[in-house]
């Protein structure tokens, strides 16, 4: 597609259920990145693939995060017994090779947790 | 390790008129710096970059300033038309690949 396609893009689950959020890059981008916006807040970083590797995974809050890029294109990330704290939309974002150059956003996915 | 902060949460400009955001960042180690634009229920758009070999960067109505001394940017927007009214965040870069952004500034602009 032409731009990050982020599915779904509203998520409702109950506390200590498993998410999944799928990102679909711009083709022939071979960085990615998820982001996590909270209210009033920019963008935070979580996670950052070069290719099929996560190169940098420090922005993961705890192990309940897990994030996956099989085949250097798609990419999921993971919430293992969400909590409420974990509400936030869910941005990913990439780039044509990861260095210095502008990162393009979808339109996130917003995940709400009861 | 990088921070950044846009210390105005919001700003109201009258239209026609100049918007000025501004950004302050930390850690002037790497020296590629960009603006997003963000409407509600949307992702963040890019609007526009700086790299630190320059200390201007302009692109139509929109550019941004860079002073490397003060570690700080700023983004200029003239005329201010009411479709610029969103939310701008800056991005500095933490590394070779991360960036950090600030927490935005809403801007409103009235017509």
Known sequence: GAGVSQTPSNKVTEKGKYVELRCDPISGHTALYWYRQSLGQGPEFLIYFQGTGAADDSGLPNDRFFAVRPEGSVSTLKIQRTERGDSAVYLCASSRTGGAGELFFGEGSRLTVL | D??????SPSLSVQEGRISILNCDYTNSMFDYFL???????????????ISSIKDKNEDGRFTVFLNKSAKHLSLH????????????FCAAPSGTYKYIFGTGTRLKVLA
């Open chain 2, 2 to 7: 990088q921070q950044v902060k846009q210390n």
């Open chain 2, 35 to 49: 603006w997003y634009k963000k409407y509600p229920a949307e992702g963040p758009t890019f609007l526009i970059s």
């Open chain 2, 77 to 88: 927007i003239v005329p201010s038309q009411p479709g610029d009214s969103a939310v701008y």
